[in-house]
Nanobody, 125 residues
């Protein structure tokens, strides 16, 4: 599986961005977005499970971020609205190799074997 994340950039506070993750190979498992800010650990942002299309979010991001996927294009998206400076980070997309990913594992970065290169999001005025 190869992943290519894109869509990052510089945006003012309150603005929006949509990240894309183009995938090649098998992605009929679970996909997710993580982010890592300078000096901080990588953290879960949102995930989506293919078998039931269930979506999972970091609690503090619910309502501002929306994850989706287009299975015909093998692409995952992250729509980010109301961006705040604290959202600045490198955003990574990831794919799990497991078809039966349980909810408690969706947020765990160790569940994911395949990672994209990351796309930088900077929220600043």
């Amino acid at each position: 599986v190869q992943l290519q994340a894109s869509g990052g950039g510089l945006v003012q506070p309150g603005g929006s961005l949509r990240l894309s993750c183009d995938a090649s190979g098998r992605t009929d498992t679970a996909m997710a977005w993580f982010r890592q800010a300078p000096g901080k650990e990588r953290e879960f942002v949102a995930g989506i499970r293919r078998r039931d299309n269930n979506k999972f979010y970091k609690n503090s991001l619910k309502g501002r971020f929306t994850i989706s996927r287009d299975n015909t294009r093998n692409t995952m998206y992250l729509q980010m609205n109301g961006l705040e400076p604290e959202d600045s980070a490198v955003y990574y997309c990831a794919v799990s190799p497991n078809t039966g990913v349980i909810a408690s594992r969706i947020r765990d970065s160790s569940e994911y074997t395949y990672w994209g290169q990351g796309t930088l999001v900077t929220v600043s005025s």
